[in-house]
C-alpha cells in the first residue's frame, strides 16, 4: 500500500456535485490518505470564487462600507452545499463565528482563510475523513517567514496517526497562533508540504484541466497533452508564461523526489501529465516537451566596434539597469553588440533615462531599441541529444515569414530562446509546433 496526497484546486470543489466526484475519485483508491482542498472556485465562467468574495469583505470594512450582503452571498453557498451533501458540520454557527470574528476586525489572512477551512470542515463530514487544520501544523515565524523544518516536523508529528484525512490549504499559523495565509493559489503549496512530510509516493493535484498541454491551446488547435515531463523542463516553461501550477509548490516535491501528478476531476479516467526529477523517455520522434512564452519585452542593444577589447563593459551596463531597479531576462552577446531584454513592464518611464545613461557611460557607437519583442522558449531535454533542432526551429521561423530578433540558447541545451516581433508571437508558436509536433 502506497500513500497518495489529492489536492483539488477551486474548481473541483466549486459546488456539491463538484465534490460528489472527488468523492468517487477518493474512494476508488485508498492509497488517498490526505485530501487537502481549496476554497470553493467558480462554478461557470462569470461566478466568483469564494476567496475573492473574502477579500472584498475585508475591503469594504477597510473603507468602512457595508459587507453583509457580500457575506450572505458565502454564506448561501456553504449552507446550501451542507445541505445538498446531507451533512451537518455546524455551518450556521461556524459562519456565526466568523461574522463575529470580522466584526471584531479580524486579520485579512484570517477572513481570507476562511474559504479553506470551512470547505474542508464539509468535505471531512462528507468523506467521513478527520478533518485537521492546517494552522496546527503549517508554521509561520511571528514576523510571517515561512518555516520550512519547523512545518515538516509539525505535519508529520500531527498526521502519524491519522489514517485518513481532509486538510484546508492555503494557510498556517505564526507562532502567536494568529492565521497567515500564502500567496494566492497557495493550496498547491499546502498539497506539496504535506506530500514531502508524509513521505507520500505521489502528489496528485486535481484541476480541471488534463495536464499539461504542449503549447497554449488558445495559439494552436487541440495540442497534444504532455504526458511526462521533469521539474526542470517546467520550470523552464512556468518561467515563460505557462501556468497551471503555484511555482512554489514544486519545490517541495521535488526536494523529497516526489511525483507530481496533475489530473482532471471531470475526466478522472485520462492520466494527466506526470512530473518527475527524471526526463521522461523519449516516445518515437518526440524532441520537444513544450513551447510557451509572452509578450512585451524591450531589448537594448549596444553597439561598439572595439568592445571585446573592453573590461567591465556588461558589468557597467548591468549596473546601470540596477541603479533603475530594472532586472534583465537574457544578454545576448555579439563579437561588437551586448543587448539586454527586459520586461517593458519593469523598464516603463525608466527607457529614456538607461539609454542617455548607456550613452554617458558606455560612449558606444549606437544604442538601438526594440520594443515590444515576444520571447519563445522551446522546450526539451530531447534537444541535447539531436543534431539539428535549431536548424529545424529556424527554418520553420523562416518559412512562416517570422523574423527573429534574438536567439539564446541555454548551455544545457534543454532549451532554445528566440526573440520575434509581438505581431508575430501567435504565427511564431504555430509554426514551432508544426514543425516539432505536426
Ligand atoms: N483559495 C485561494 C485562492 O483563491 C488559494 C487556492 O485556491 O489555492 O487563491
Avoid at 520550512?148 to 492555503?170: S, W, Y
Avoid at 520537444?288 to 557597467?316: E, L, P
Avoid at 527573429?404 to 544545457?412: A, L, W
Wanted: with cysteine; net charge negative; charged share 25%.
Amino acid at each position: 500500500m502506497g500513500i497518495k496526497v489529492a489536492k483539488f484546486g477551486g474548481s473541483s470543489v466549486a459546488d456539491a456535485i463538484q465534490i460528489k466526484k472527488i468523492k468517487d475519485i477518493v474512494f476508488a483508491d485508498d492509497d488517498i490518505k490526505y485530501v487537502v482542498v481549496s476554497a470553493p472556485g467558480k462554478r461557470f465562467s462569470e461566478d466568483t470564487k469564494v476567496t475573492d468574495l473574502l477579500y472584498l469583505c475585508r475591503t469594504h470594512i477597510e473603507h468602512k462600507l457595508a459587507y453583509e450582503q457580500i457575506f450572505q452571498v458565502i454564506c448561501d453557498r456553504y449552507l446550501s452545499m451542507e445541505s445538498s451533501l446531507g451533512v451537518d458540520v455546524g455551518m450556521k454557527e461556524e459562519l456565526a463565528k466568523i461574522r463575529e470574528n470580522i466584526n471584531a476586525e479580524s486579520s485579512v489572512d484570517y477572513i481570507a482563510s476562511r474559504g479553506e477551512y470551512l470547505n474542508a470542515k464539509l468535505i471531512a463530514a462528507y468523506l467521513g475523513f478527520e478533518f485537521i487544520d492546517s494552522a496546527r501544523m503549517v508554521k509561520f515565524s511571528d514576523k510571517g517567514r515561512f518555516m520550512e523544518d519547523r512545518t515538516n516536523e509539525e505535519i508529520e508529528a500531527v498526521l502519524k496517526d491519522v489514517d485518513r484525512a481532509v486538510i484546508p490549504g492555503f494557510y498556517g499559523s505564526r507562532i502567536d497562533s494568529s492565521i497567515k495565509t500564502f500567496s494566492r493559489g497557495g493550496s498547491d503549496i499546502t498539497g506539496a508540504l504535506i506530500a514531502r512530510a508524509m513521505k507520500a509516493d505521489v502528489y496528485e493535484n486535481w484541476t480541471d484541466v488534463s495536464g499539461f498541454l504542449v503549447a497554449d491551446p488558445r495559439i494552436v488547435k487541440d495540442p497534444r497533452p504532455i504526458s511526462h515531463i521533469s521539474y526542470k523542463e517546467l520550470r523552464e516553461l512556468a518561467y515563460m508564461g505557462a501556468s497551471v501550477l503555484h511555482e512554489e509548490a514544486i519545490y517541495p516535491a521535488k526536494v523529497a523526489n516526489i511525483p507530481i501528478n496533475i489530473r482532471n476531476t471531470n475526466r478522472p479516467q485520462d492520466p494527466g501529465t506526470m512530473i518527475t526529477s527524471e526526463p521522461a523517455e523519449l516516445e518515437g520522434d518526440q524532441i520537444i516537451s513544450g513551447i510557451a512564452g509572452s509578450k512585451d519585452f524591450t531589448s537594448i542593444t549596444v553597439y561598439n566596434s572595439h568592445m571585446i577589447g573592453q573590461k567591465g563593459f556588461i558589468r557597467k551596463m548591468a549596473g546601470i539597469l540596477e541603479d533603475h531597479d530594472v532586472t534583465i531576462e537574457h544578454i545576448p552577446s555579439g563579437i561588437d553588440t551586448v543587448s539586454v531584454i527586459v520586461n517593458n513592464k519593469i523598464i516603463d518611464g525608466k527607457l529614456d533615462e538607461i539609454v542617455e545613461e548607456f550613452e554617458r557611460q558606455l560612449k558606444p557607437e549606437s544604442v538601438d531599441v526594440a520594443p515590444d519583442v515576444a520571447l519563445i522558449a522551446t522546450v526539451g531535454v530531447g534537444m541535447a541529444a539531436r543534431t539539428g533542432t535549431s536548424a529545424k526551429l529556424f527554418t520553420a521561423l523562416a518559412e512562416a515569414g517570422v523574423n527573429i530578433r534574438m536567439i539564446d540558447q541555454g548551455s544545457s541545451e534543454m532549451n532554445i530562446i528566440v526573440g520575434v516581433a509581438n505581431k508575430d508571437f501567435e504565427k511564431a508558436i504555430r509554426a514551432i509546433y508544426e514543425a516539432f509536433v505536426g
